[in-house]
């Protein structure tokens, strides 16, 4: 299992395409942070202008690497999907474009354990991609803007979270979005299966993810109990949960306090019932499939 | 010698189509087995079948003595295969590919064991070569390196040689008959090209329309009675004419021009002194009876003459 692994990673390691996902990531990141960097006073007015009035805020210290941090994974985990996808969704397609698929399962490996194999290395892919993500935008948004507590905006105000209580969240959003991305990286993988070219699957990930997220941000009461809450892109964006935290009596920040765990635990549990359902769908029907390319 | 695979009543239908039916046959030890049939015939549905790539809808498969369904990995660990157009890693190298398809098939991988493989069929200097950069013959050539790196028993090669030019065709004909004389492999080989299963097979299968039509030695599938003969000489009109007043009337067959006679090999020579008996100047006697003419006769038997002529 161990070598067959290796082998898939190294298949995807020397494809070209997928270094894309590493160049776009780095290039967003870096664009942020230097506009930030050049003017990042007049960002921070913007966004606190509505709020300058009812809190005092420092905006020298505002504007450190753990606010940049929140603000890119909020740019980024918008657009990461599409570069799972590209990874995701070539995965059994694009063996079956180039004729290689019959040569995998004329091999003595079941097709059970050639899926699992597959989407292990779509998995880790993934996790590549975040560990990366995680790397330029938390560790180089610190080297460069330092650290300090961290704003958080939400629609009602903003929250100021003690610097020594931030880290903690960090790992678990991004821990949180391997989970969410890995959701899209397991329909990418479905869809994979039943097309013999790449784009297809791509393509319809990236579309099915745009419009069940138009379904999950739609205010329409009709959908709030029905169909939002088994969408799996309404918990996409559970990863900020883990920065929305409690107040005492006093109006004070509980540190390591979370605001809502039930809607973090109703995430993880969602997505990860989608990706074994995705995975599940994927591999009984490609144990069923003739392979014809 | 002992049979190798044993196919008993194999069937597959796509929807309402019947792709193959009912076809039963049996590969020997040693054997190079030539999978005979037109484009559309079953051939690749069939070969499929054999590695699993497609499940048969009744019928059974045994691969030394054991059945396929049951016994999938053991026996997928003595099979190589070819099949079609071998694409493989196109950003990889040759190495790199061999190396992969090596690992899957459970062997111990080493340097050298990939090295003398690519040596086998000539792609030692283009080892670490991109295989986007191959044609279409050495693409051919490491699949065949492919298929053999874990030293299987038998190898499968599905249209070996579709999109080779005629000196990659003799080159996997050389091939195919080294793996067999000298390594000791049992070939299974599907073409369209008759003349290559007439070269390389010892016994082979005519398949049409998913239906076995004939299953034997080719030696003695080739019936020397039913030889086609095409004589060419300076009057066809009028050497026909003579002929047909002759004792060779029965046998003489025109068409377009040529004149063609159905008659036994062995009565070349005595047509050859009647023919300068009868006057009759001649240029050429060609007897032309070959796997083509057998097979055209089983799959469309009307076409059997004709198909000269054209």
């Known amino acids: 299992m161990w070598k067959l692994l290796q082998i898939e990673l190294f298949k995807i390691s020397r494809r070209p395409r997928t270094y894309i996902a590493f160049v776009a990531i780095a290039a967003i990141v870096f664009l942020i942070q230097f506009a930030l960097k050049a003017d990042g006073k007049s960002y921070i007015d913007l966004i606190t202008r509505d709020i300058e009035e009812s809190f005092i805020i420092d905006k020298e210290k505002a504007l450190n690497g753990y606010f940049i941090c929140f603000l890119l994974l909020n740019t980024l985990l918008v657009q990461v999907p599409v570069l799972v996808a590209l990874i995701a969704g070539d995965s059994i397609s694009g063996e079956a474009n180039m004729g290689t698929l019959r040569l995998l399962v004329s091999k003595p490996i079941s097709r059970t354990q050639l899926m699992l194999i597959k989407f292990l290395a779509c998995f880790l892919f993934t996790v590549a991609l975040l560990i990366w993500m995680a790397i330029l935008a938390l560790f180089g948004s610190m080297l460069i803007f330092g650290t300090d507590n961290m704003m958080v905006l939400k629609s009602t105000g903003a929250t100021i979270i003690e610097r020594g209580d931030v880290f903690w969240r960090y790992l678990a959003a991004f821990g949180y979005a391997i989970l969410a991305l890995t959701t899209v990286a397991a329909l990418a993988f479905l869809l994979s299966v039943f097309a013999e070219n790449s784009i297809g699957p791509i393509v319809a990930t990236v579309c099915i993810v745009i419009v069940l997220t138009i379904l999950s941000n739609l205010n329409v009461p009709m959908f709030d109990k029905t169909i939002r809450p088994w969408l799996f892109t309404t918990y996409m964006v559970g990863w900020k949960g883990f920065f929305y935290i409690n107040y005492n009596d006093d109006g004070q920040t509980i540190t390591g306090s979370v605001e809502n765990w039930h809607a973090i635990k109703r995430g993880i549990f969602l997505l990860t019932g989608h990706i074994i359902l995705f995975v599940g769908i994927a591999i009984w029907v490609f144990r069923k499939r003739d392979i014809l390319s | ?310």
């Open chain 2, 1 to 310: 010698m002992a049979p190798i695979i044993e196919v008993n009543q194999l069937c597959k239908n796509f929807k309402e189509l019947t792709a193959v039916s009912n076809l039963s046959f049996t590969v020997n030890e040693g054997d190079v087995y030539g999978f005979l049939g037109q484009n559309g015939a079953g051939k690749s549905t069939s070969i499929r079948m054999l590695l699993t790539l497609i499940a048969p809808t009744s019928g059974s498969i045994n691969f030394f003595g054991k059945n396929l369904k049951n016994h999938r990995h053991e026996i997928l660990r003595q099979v190589g295969a070819v099949i079609e157009r071998p694409d493989l890693y196109k950003y990889l190298s040759a190495y790199d590919n061999l190396s992969i398809f090596a690992k899957m098939s459970e062997i111990k991988v080493s340097k050298s064991l990939i090295m003398n493989q690519l040596q086998m069929v000539d792609l030692a200097d283009r080892a670490h070569s991109k295989v986007r950069t191959f044609s279409q013959g050495m693409k051919q050539r490491l699949g065949i390196a492919i298929s053999l790196i874990h030293n299987p028993k038998v190898i499968i090669l599905d249209e070996p040689t579709n999109g080779l030019d005629p000196q990659g065709i003799a080159d996997m004909r050389n091939l195919i008959l080294k793996l067999s004389r000298e390594m000791g492999k049992t070939v299974v080989i599907s073409s369209h090209l008759l003349s290559e299963i007439e070269l390389v097979a010892n016994r082979m299968l005519i398949i049409h329309k998913g239906k076995k039509m004939a299953e034997g030695v080719v030696s003695e599938l080739l019936d020397p009675s039913k030889t086609i003969v095409q004589i060419e000489t300076l009057n066809n009109n009028e050497a026909k004419g003579k002929l047909l007043l002759s004792k060779w009337a029965e046998f003489v067959q025109q068409n377009n021009g040529l004149l063609l006679l159905q008659m036994n090999k062995g009565d070349i020579p005595q047509l050859t002194i009647d023919l300068v008996a009868m006057n009759i100047p001649v240029l050429s006697i060609q007897p032309r009876h070959s796997l083509e003419d057998y097979f055209i006769s089983l799959t469309n038997p009307n076409a059997h003459v004709e198909a000269f002529a054209n």
